[in-house]
Every structure is written in C-alpha cells, then in structure tokens.
C-alpha cells in the first residue's frame, strides 16, 4: 500500500507565494515520475507540472516561470514552489506519483494525494 500526502496549501494574495509539499510511503520499490495536477471549480483535473525518473521537468504553460517543482528521490517526495500567485490560479491541488511496489515488481500504478486546496485572493 503507497500513500501520498500533501501539504501547504492555503490562502494567499494575488501575487503571493506558496509551497507545496507531498511525501510518499509504504512498500515503496521505485518511483517514476511524481507531479502535481489541479482542479478547478468546474473544470477538468489538469496536469500543473511533472518531474520525471530521468530528471526532466515539464510545466503548463500558463504556470511557466512562476512555478517551480523539485524532487527528493531519498525522501520520495515532492514540492511545489508557487510564486506570482494569480486568482486563476485558485483550486484543489493533487500530488500523484507513479510507484512500482515491492509487491508488484515490473509495474508502475498511479497513486493519488487527497488534495490541498490553493485559493488565490484578488
């Protein structure tokens, strides 16, 4: 069993910073790419930004050069830094992570955290 949990979320102003956090544990073989979705009042669930196995970042253009993601792969975790905060920017966000356990050797399933709600203030 893998669980993800987050932290950090919250209110903040326009223009404002946050930092999101989220550690993964239990019988945790390797973990391949590990990223941060959000979800909007609404809207679909979309993807924020990902950090891959190989070291490789990949950002939504709408959140490009405001956000930066950053991975610790002795500590299986992974943050979120938010900064330039916009109103738009408002909804529950979601760490997941792609996790090969030592059950299931071969294979990665995708886990999910419960969510931090981000609300951003104009």
């Known amino acids: 069993q893998v669980q993800l949990v987050e932290s950090g979320g919250g209110l903040v102003q326009h223009g404002g910073s946050l930092r999101l956090s989220c550690a993964a544990s239990?019988?945790?073989?390797?973990?391949?790419?590990m990223g941060w979705y959000r979800q909007a009042p609404g809207k679909q669930r979309e993807l924020v930004a990902v950090?891959?196995?190989?070291?490789?970042?990949n950002y939504t253009d709408s959140v490009k050069g405001r956000f930066t993601i950053s991975r610790d792969n002795a500590k299986n975790t992974v943050a979120l830094q938010m900064n330039s905060l916009k109103p738009e920017d408002t909804a529950v966000y979601y760490c997941?992570?792609?996790?090969?356990?030592?059950?299931?050797?071969?294979?990665?399933?995708?886990?999910w955290g419960q969510g931090t709600q981000v609300t951003v203030s104009s």
């Open positions: 950090f891959t196995s190989a070291g490789i970042t």
């Open positions: 997941e992570a792609r996790v090969m356990t030592a059950q299931v050797k071969g294979l990665y399933t995708e886990y």
């Open positions: 239990g019988t945790i073989f390797s973990i391949n790419a």
